[in-house]
């Protein structure tokens, strides 16, 4: 049994240079909770808005003046190799995926977590890589289209930013809600997108997605990339825009179609659920993926040893899919 455990500390908001390694004891779990053996955690574009505290809003959750938590890492996949006296869920050997939450600490070699929390059995056919991107972009797409958008089969969606980790899933999401689906992306993109069953692809360089004269029952804004306000004229009646991105426009736009107009813009955090939703959402995916209706893209899979050119990596901005460190 390892004693000391790897990890990355945060002790202050900045770019990924802030990531320092440290060693610690590996916990012992409390009554209720598991210790996993990661194999696996992702290196998300939330993780790094939460590395550098930005935008500024989300030191209200995180820590005012640094980050409270003082670890890096939310989404991981493992094993679990030792269990609390009270746990009824999980048994030494299970293979599992789960999210941190606001605890952090999953870009580790190990990590403790309530049995009762962000924590699902991971099955055999899906890799610890895939599994440990199931709460970023398949879980926030998932969400954002079956409970915020509730998309209806034979409906007309578009996915601005189809290529990213949201943008990827949501694509084969709306896929299999029944959808007809338009998505942007950049040239060197669209073949991926069209072999994930996207109807339309529009290269955003070329063309503006929602000046095609298309009439979208839901356009899903993964990127924050446009607003409310230009998707209005591109959405039919009772069309519904939603972004995962919160700024000032889209809460004002929330408050004023919420009482007001057919057309409805809605944020929603899908991280921030309770954790009974999330087993429920991530149960209904891996339904989806034993169906072969649903498969996470992966990009680049990193050594946990270099986290901060992951971090540097996904900051581009032109990751596809998923990056992983194991
Ligand atoms: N509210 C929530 O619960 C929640 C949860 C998770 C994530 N998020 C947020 O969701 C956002 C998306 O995250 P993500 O991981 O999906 O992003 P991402 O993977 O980093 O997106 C990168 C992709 O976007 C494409 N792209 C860049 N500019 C574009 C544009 N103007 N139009 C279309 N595509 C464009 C890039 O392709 P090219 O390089 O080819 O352009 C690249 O493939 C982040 O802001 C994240 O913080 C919110």
Known sequence: MDTTLNAWDVSRYGGPD????????????????????????????????????????????????????????TCFSGD?????????????????FGEAGLQFGANATHISVDEDGSLLTKPTTVSYEEAATLFDGAMTSWHFLTRVAQVQP???????????????????????????VTASASARNTEMLRSLGVDHVVDYNAEDPLKRGAAYDVVFDTLGVASFGAAKPA??????????????????DMILTGVIGG????????????PEMHREELSEVLALMAENKFSPVMDRTYPLSDLVEAHAYVETGRKRGNVVVV
């Open 18 to 73: 802030v990531l320092t390694p440290v060693t610690r004891p590996v916990p012992t779990p409390s009554a209720a909770q598991v210790l996993v053996r990661v194999r696996a955690s992702a290196v998300s574009r939330a993780d790094g808005m939460m590395r550098a505290g930005q935008p500024k809003f989300v030191r209200l959750f995180l820590g005012l003046k640094r980050p409270r938590a003082g670890l890096a890492g």
């Open 80 to 96: 679990v190799v030792a269990v609390g006296d009270k746990v009824t869920k999980f048994r030494i050997g299970d293979a599992v």
């Open 154 to 180: 034979g409906e007309n969606v578009l996915i601005l930013g189809g290529s990213g980790s949201l943008g990827t899933a949501a694509v084969q999401f709306a896929k299999a809600l029944g959808a007809k």
């Open 235 to 252: 959405l039919a009646e009772n069309g519904r825009y939603v972004c995962p991105v919160l700024g000032l426009a889209l809460l004002r």
């Open 263 to 274: 057309r409805k813009a809605r944020f929603a955090a899908a991280g921030m659920l309770k």
